[in-house]
């Protein structure tokens, strides 16, 4: 007999993320949604929630929502390279729904410093991604704004113990 089930609600996450990002863009911009991989339930939720909260904003393009990051950070890795060699220049945002995604494009973004850096919002899945994401989001940010704490409303995931990280320099 069941007595209890505690779940995280993945479509309410995707919304959050995605009325998040919509908010730091000015509800205008070109977004990227780098998927997970088919099949994967709770992503798949997240993702949905995402395109949702979308729908809310005229002004956002969606550019790129058909690939996929795949399991591993290597597979991640090469789809976010990809993304930023057909994009580059032209993404304002991106959502990334899970943990190897998000590591992927934030360390693409890391190394293809040439690429302005968008607004972000993806899942995190330990400490060490939030303080990463974080570092991200507030990227475009000036090096005072930077050394503040970033919010995420949550966005970040149950693995933040507090809704905020301090970014270094």
């Not at 779940?7 to 070109?30: P, Q």
């Not at 790129?64 to 597979?75: H, I, K, L, M, V």
């Not at 040439?114 to 303080?131: E, I, L, N, V």
Request: proline share 4%.
């Amino acid at each position: 007999q069941q007595v209890s089930f505690v779940a995280t609600d993945n479509f309410k996450g995707g919304r959050i993320a995605g009325d998040y990002l919509a908010k730091r863009l000015g509800g205008k911009g070109r977004i990227i949604l780098l998927r997970y991989q088919v099949g994967s339930a709770s992503t798949e939720a997240r993702e949905a929630g995402f395109l949702d909260a979308l729908k809310a904003y005229p002004d956002l393009k969606l550019i790129s929502a058909d690939q996929y990051a795949g399991p591993t950070r290597e597979t991640a890795y090469q789809a976010s390279q990809n993304l930023l060699n057909r994009h580059g220049q032209a993404v304002d945002g991106v959502f990334c729904p899970n943990e190897t995604a998000t590591i992927a494009m934030t360390t693409t973004y890391t190394i293809h410093s040439r690429t302005k850096r968008p607004h972000g919002t993806g899942r995190a899945g330990s400490q060490a991604m939030c303080s990463l994401f974080h570092a991200m989001v507030r990227w475009d940010q000036p090096a005072r704004m930077r050394r503040s704490s970033a919010r995420m409303l949550g966005a970040c995931g149950s693995a933040c113990s507090r809704a905020e990280a301090t970014v270094p320099d």
